[in-house]
């Protein structure tokens, strides 16, 4: 299996598109100016103590208060509390951390009104981004992730990964990071360090130690809480991080700026695989030039068709997804409905298996699969389902098919599921189901040209439409964009766009910059 990692940098937000032998797998969108993501470290102020819950909720700077129950403070909390107020309190000098006091562990069984007050200082991390109405779930247990090594302040234990199986690795591992790891730092070694090394243990040792002095660092210096004191690494990064291994073919960026954060990352972790960072400088958007957007329409709709006719339903609740498996117009095999329903269910359990990476659904998912009577094909999907859910990153955990032939999967859910919309609305009539005649689109593509080149001062920009319209623009000898170009300049580039609607258009600038053409809209009649 080969897998390509495709960036879409866009001056909104950023795309990542993971494919695995050329099929789309996985799926992130993040904003640009997206504040919040797992990992962040912040120093909040305690709002409200709820004894109730035995929780509190702290102010990290979210438009809600974000949650932090007391069995997440960690076993370690009184020292890092400890430390942190010593820390705020003078801003001259910093306090080693080898000379910091080593507090008594937490009480399993304690409350939180005992170790926390309303408006106390906490340095606090992000485990879960805001999701639909709860703000963002917070831990005590500070911990630096690395790609080989996880580091945590405070504790000196030292834990290698079980999924690393030789016990003479897992010694050595051990016995180097106790000889390089100083005082007060706890690690664990991840599965990926099985066979590294010391200097590659060493160096990002030293990295992660660094992240934490510049933590500590900004919370000295800090004068107004709630602040940032360690962000996670971007989203194109900690992908890499987590998901990068040798069967990487190839990772395309249509950005030079990430491109190089990218490059750079690549060559620490895995300089023999530097080149495969390629900086994409086509014309036509990215995710068109690798078959990604088409992928995303038919892949992430509320009706996903997958095998002959067969095909998934797909809803989500504030509670749960629910996914119905159904056969279509698939005709009844000549082994009979059993056997039929059989076959499509295999099908259903392998769309769905992708379906789950793609949208990143989280929480309670009930699949309704075509009923079986056969109990030995009832486990046989349980089995397969399990098998193929193997890859999956996120923790769950399968139930059986229950006698009502429902199948129950929880998924770890840390950030909201992806919610795509694949259905156009109309850009001229915008859902009121009257437009302008289309003959006549083409004249007011002309007249936005004509703003850009005679109102805006530009000579170099690039049009984007639906690929039939560009076919449309581009047909003949004395094509429209030849008339244009002869007219306007030949500045012009006219680029097909699978992403735009029927009558969408986008106006860019020779950098990749969007036109804002309100102005024009409210000139031109």
């Keep these: 299996?080969?897998?390509?990692?495709?960036?879409?940098?866009?001056?909104?937000?950023?795309?990542?598109?993971?494919?695995?032998?050329?099929?789309?797998?996985?799926?992130?969108?993040?904003?640009?100016?997206?504040?919040?993501?797992v990992g962040n470290i912040y120093a909040g102020k305690v709002k409200k103590i709820m004894p109730a819950l035995n929780a509190c909720f702290v102010d990290v700077g979210h438009e809600r208060e974000a949650f932090l129950h007391y069995q997440d403070l960690g076993t370690?909390?009184?020292?890092?509390?400890?430390?942190?107020?010593?820390?705020?309190?003078?801003?001259?000098?910093?306090?080693?951390?080898?000379?910091?006091?080593k507090q008594p562990d937490l009480e399993k069984g304690g409350s939180i009104q005992n170790v926390l007050e309303v408006g106390q200082e906490v340095m606090v991390q992000i485990t879960k981004e805001p999701i639909n109405t709860k703000g963002p779930r917070l831990t005590g247990e500070i911990s630096f992730a690395g790609r080989f090594l996880v580091l945590i302040p405070f504790t000196d234990k030292v834990s290698v990964s079980s999924k690393i199986k030789s016990k003479e690795e897992r010694t050595r591992l051990k016995q180097l990071i106790q000889s390089i790891k100083p005082r007060q730092f706890g690690v664990i070694v991840r599965t990926v360090a099985e066979g590294?090394?010391?200097?590659?243990?060493?160096?990002?040792?030293?990295?992660?130690?660094?992240?934490?002095?510049?933590?500590?660092?900004?919370?000295?210096?800090?004068?107004?809480?709630?602040?940032?004191?360690?962000?996670?690494?971007?989203?194109?990064?900690?992908?890499?991080?987590?998901?990068?291994?040798?069967?990487?073919?190839?990772?395309?960026?249509?950005?030079?700026?990430?491109?190089?954060?990218?490059?750079?990352?690549v060559s620490l972790i895995a300089p023999e695989r530097e080149n495969i960072v390629k900086l994409y400088k086509g014309e036509v958007p990215i995710f068109d030039n690798f078959s990604v957007t088409k992928q995303i329409k038919s892949g992430l709709g509320k009706a996903v068709s997958y095998k002959r006719g067969a095909y998934l339903v797909i809803e989500h609740t504030e509670a749960l997804h629910v996914v119905d498996v159904n056969s279509g117009n698939r005709s009844r095999g000549v082994d009979g409905q059993e056997a039929n329903a059989f076959e499509v269910n295999?099908?259903?359990?392998?769309?769905?298996?992708?379906?789950?990476?793609l949208r990143d659904m989280g929480g309670i998912i009930v699949v309704d699969f075509i009923d079986?009577?056969?109990?030995?094909?009832?486990?046989?999907?349980?089995?397969?389902?399990?098998?193929?859910?193997?890859?999956?990153?996120?923790?769950?955990?399968?139930?059986?098919?229950?006698?009502?032939?429902?199948?129950?999967?929880?998924?770890?859910?840390?950030?909201?599921?992806?919610?795509?919309?694949?259905?156009?609305?109309?850009?001229?009539?915008?859902?009121?189901?009257?437009?302008?005649s289309s003959i006549l689109f083409t004249d007011t593509l002309e007249n936005k040209i004509d703003y850009v080149v005679n109102n805006l001062g530009m000579k170099k920009f690039k049009l984007y439409v639906h690929p039939y319209v560009s076919a449309y623009i581009n047909k003949g000898l004395f094509s429209l964009k030849f008339r244009w170009k002869m007219k306007y300049g030949f500045g012009l580039k006219v680029i097909a766009d699978q992403s735009l609607g029927f009558l969408q258009y986008k106006f860019k600038d020779n950098k990749g910059n969007e036109i804002n053409m309100t102005e024009e809209i409210e000139t031109v009649g």
Excluded at 76 to 88: G, H, I
Excluded at 227 to 253: A, C, K, Q, W
Excluded at 377 to 390: A, D, P, S
Aim: with cysteine.
């Design 1 to 37: 299996m080969t897998s390509e990692l495709i960036i879409d940098v866009q001056p909104k937000e950023v795309t990542i598109a993971l494919l695995e032998d050329q099929r789309l797998v996985e799926f992130q969108k993040e904003g640009q100016d997206s504040k919040f993501s």
């Design 76 to 101: 370690q909390f009184l020292s890092l509390e400890k430390y942190v107020r010593q820390v705020a309190s003078d801003k001259k000098k910093l306090a080693p951390m080898h000379k910091a006091g």
């Design 346 to 357: 295999m099908g259903a359990a392998e769309e769905l298996a992708r379906q789950l990476r």
């Design 372 to 436: 079986m009577d056969s109990a030995e094909h009832r486990q046989k999907l349980y089995e397969h389902m399990t098998e193929l859910m193997k890859n999956d990153r996120a923790r769950h955990n399968i139930l059986p098919l229950s006698k009502f032939g429902l199948m129950q999967i929880t998924r770890q859910r840390v950030r909201p599921a992806m919610d795509v919309h694949v259905e156009e609305t109309c850009p001229t009539c915008f859902g009121k189901g009257t437009i302008k």
């Design 196 to 265: 590294k090394r010391a200097a590659e243990l060493n160096n990002e040792l030293s990295v992660l130690i660094e992240n934490w002095n510049d933590a500590i660092n900004k919370i000295q210096q800090s004068t107004d809480l709630p602040v940032l004191v360690h962000e996670e690494t971007g989203r194109t990064v900690s992908m890499l991080r987590d998901l990068f291994n040798p069967s990487y073919e190839s990772i395309h960026v249509n950005n030079a700026e990430v491109y190089k954060e990218v490059k750079k990352y």
